[in-house]
């Protein structure tokens, strides 16, 4: 135990908490938007996140982008990267909702089945990174660390006097970048034609249907919306940690999931909170013990707030007047 | 939606179809080489290998076996048969345990090359033990296999971790001059152990410790107690697969202190997963560097198309004592283990002869560091541990 060193490291440690809670909450955002609509765990979207991380490695191979790129050739490369891992991601939730879920839900299926074939994508997706597409192309496919290029060179912008914080490029960007994404996705649901729709079959399937809603699109929507989040986390975890490997999502996917539960599964502003908060906690935590029991520091916060507030610290429901 | 649903139990079947084969396979394979054995006179075995053939931490052990797959090419077994059979445990406990109790089943199997890793080693040896199947471990490093828990049927090449432990706090004391050594670990079997040890031998000159886990890939927290506490040097106990995020992160936190790692890090896949982060990081081996002009590294390169890597030498050693031991009549397991544990002979790693508890005698072998020099590992300076 070494309260010191998290008091004396507090600007540092918290703006470490603000960058991985960041994305945690890019990914929880997925969850919480299809728990919202369909009361659904899609457990295949730790992998759609994945996806996403890959396609940024594309991206920077076809293009060729190192970090010795020109501005103009890094600003490009990002932005393409970004508009690829979003739409690879968003494609993949699509496809997963369509393989996984589509089917089962015209036929009626019971609930728990959703979730085996959601963790059944989940593995396909992961083994096919892992071992398909590997048996295919090799290498940098397979069951190995792989580097993605780091296009955007990580530079200190300012420094907080006072505190003599080092806030870099990178940092700015993940936690800008992350802040408007879901400001805009929030708008989006609660001011846009389809977002009023998003919270209708949210509230209430049957009646939003009898008023013109149609449930399936609306389904799809908050499907790729997720997704698409999903990619502008998987830009931002690159950027951060220049890394990317096969089984990458897991403990993110856990992590986001965690988060969504924690703000209150179902809310949009309770995922940045949950997501945020989940950050924060891990990394203080890290700081006064050690790493090595990040998992259970979460966790045990999670079953602590949800003792108090069982619906989350927001609590639950996309259509409702809160969210 | 007929039409899916049709395509759904065609699937079925073909999945249903091929285990069945599988199955099949397998146990035709068993009942024949059973029948083998109960003949007495006939020599067809087998040898297994079981590691990390796959996965981010695999070219720390697929050379030690491709090592051990040149030795049995190169074998003239007269009237045996050997067959050297890999099994791909990823280095985990748990995948490791169903893999030995196959092996161990097996009659057929005279042999076991491993485990590679000490973690899935302590989870299956007593499996091992109870089928009677000697197993000569060519990288599985951790003390307390054979120092606390030994077991008749276990020998490793390779010193246990105390010995390692002190050889990378000797570098670092008289080679780097550290007087600040960060010490972190990834809390698992064999790093936490051998970072134990590292911490003991340094004494006051270790400044702080952190423990990470596996898996992880965020070290952020470690990264800002290691900026408080300005070390001299890094040193970390664990595998390739988390230490190559983290040395990137050190690097990119602008800390330039030397970083220093342990065997786990000693593998092809190293150099990659860092890449220029990982510029002038040592990794310590209880391996000698093989000597690129001698013929096990010519046929090394022939066999496989580059230079031998991560234990291959060791590999190596252990199939010759298991094929050694076949031209001496062992037939059966039991057999097999009494020549194993009287074994002497010169390998290519060192000088082999194993004690009551499976270990090598230890002023046999040497340690090395190794220089990460443009993704290569090129040897720099033997150390020797003091004890």
Redesign the interface.
């Known amino acids: 135990m070494d309260f010191d060193?998290l008091i004396?490291?507090l600007d540092?440690?918290t703006l470490?908490g603000i960058?991985?809670g960041s994305i945690y909450a890019l990914v929880a955002l997925g969850y919480t938007m299809v728990y919202g609509v369909m009361k659904l765990i899609n457990f295949a979207h730790s992998e759609v996140f994945m996806v996403g991380t890959w396609t940024v490695l594309g991206v920077y191979t076809v293009l060729g982008a190192t970090s010795s790129s020109g501005t103009g050739m890094v600003i490009g490369a990002t932005l393409l990267a970004l508009i690829a891992a979003m739409l690879a991601s968003a494609g993949t939730a699509l496809a997963v909702e369509r393989i996984a879920y589509r089917?089962l839900r015209?036929k009626g299926a019971p609930a728990l089945i959703f979730l085996i074939t959601g963790i059944g994508c989940s593995m396909v997706l992961v083994e096919v990174f892992g071992q398909v597409l590997k048996y295919f192309f090799g290498p940098p496919f397979?069951?190995?660390?792989v580097?993605v290029p780091a296009v955007l060179e990580?530079k200190t912008v300012f420094t907080i006097p006072g505190v003599d914080l080092a806030i870099s490029n990178t940092r700015i960007l993940i936690i800008v970048g992350a802040i408007v994404m879901m400001v805009a996705l929030d708008t989006f649901v609660n001011k846009s034609r389809l977002g009023r729709g998003v919270r209708a079959v949210a509230q209430d399937p049957d009646t939003a249907s009898l008023m013109g809603v149609n449930q399936e699109r609306v389904i799809m929507l908050v499907f790729v919306l997720g997704g698409a989040m999903a990619g502008v986390a998987a830009l931002l975890f690159t950027i951060?940690?220049?890394?990317t490997?096969f089984d990458?999502g897991f403990?993110i996917g856990l992590k986001a999931f965690t988060a969504a539960v924690l703000g209150g599964i179902g809310n949009l502003r309770g995922a940045l909170v949950g997501g945020l908060f989940l950050g924060i906690v891990e990394?203080y935590a890290?700081?006064i013990w050690?790493?090595?029991w990040?998992?259970v520091y979460a966790f045990v916060v999670l079953v602590v707030v949800l003792m108090f507030r069982p619906t989350g610290i927001l609590g639950e429901s996309l259509g409702k007047a809160r969210a | 939606?007929i039409r899916?649903t049709k395509t759904w139990q065609a699937v079925a079947l073909t999945a249903v179809a091929t285990l069945a084969l599988g199955a099949c396979g397998t146990t035709d394979t068993g009942s024949s080489s059973g029948d083998g054995g109960d003949s007495g006179g006939d020599c067809n075995f087998k040898i297994a290998a079981m590691g990390a053939l796959?996965?981010?931490n695999?070219s720390i052990v697929v050379p030690s076996v491709d090592g051990a797959q040149l030795a049995l090419d190169q074998w003239d077994g007269g009237d045996c048969t050997v067959e050297l059979e890999r099994f791909d445990t990823?280095g985990d406990p748990a995948k490791a345990t169903p893999v030995a109790t196959q092996i161990a089943g097996d009659e057929s199997f005279i042999g076991v090359i491993g485990g590679a890793f000490s973690g899935e080693t302590r989870a299956t040896k007593t499996i091992y033990q109870d089928g009677g199947i000697p197993m000569i471990s060519q990288s599985a490093t951790a003390t307390d296999l054979t120092q606390d828990d030994p077991v008749e049927v276990f020998h490793r090449l390779v010193p246990y971790d105390d010995y390692q432990g002190a050889a990378i706090a000797k570098y670092l004391l008289d080679e780097v001059g550290a007087s600040k050594v960060f010490v972190i670990d990834?809390?698992e079997a064999y790093g936490e152990p051998l970072a134990d040890r590292v911490e003991e031998t340094l004494g006051d000159a270790m400044i702080q410790r952190?423990?990470?886990?596996v898996?992880?890939?965020?070290?952020?927290?470690?990264i800002?107690?290691m900026?408080?506490a300005e070390p001299d040097a890094i040193m970390y106990g664990g595998y390739?697969?988390e230490a190559?995020?983290l040395l990137?992160?050190i690097r990119?936190a602008g800390i330039t202190a030397p970083f220093i790692g342990g065997d786990g890090l000693y593998g092809a896949?190293f150099g990659?997963?860092v890449?220029d982060a990982g510029e002038d990081a040592v990794v310590m081996c209880p391996c000698a560097p093989i000597e690129g002009d001698s013929t096990f590294a010519a046929d090394f390169e022939e066999a496989y198309g580059g230079a031998p890597g991560a234990y291959a030498a060791e590999g190596f050693d252990a199939m010759t004592v298991f094929l050694k031991g076949l031209e001496d009549g062992a037939r059966d397991r039991a057999s097999m283990l009494e020549f194993v544990n009287g074994y002497t002979g010169d390998g290519l790693s060192k000088s082999i002869a194993f004690d009551e508890n499976g270990d090598v005698p230890q002023d046999q072998v040497s340690y090395w560091a190794y220089k990460n020099v443009g993704g290569t590992l090129e040897p720099e300076v033997e150390v020797k541990p003091a004890e």
Do not use: C, H, W
């Not at chain 2, 952190?210 to 886990?213: C, F, G, I, L, P």
């Open positions: 060193n004396n490291g540092r440690a470490d960058t991985r089917p015209k397979g069951r190995v660390l580097n990580t951060q940690y220049d890394s490997k990458i403990i990394v890290s700081a050690d790493s090595s990040t998992n | 939606m899916s796959s996965g981010p695999a990823e990834n809390s952190d423990k990470t886990e898996g992880q890939t965020d070290f952020a927290p470690t800002a107690k900026e408080s390739i697969a190559a995020p990137k992160q990119d896949d990659n997963a890449g």
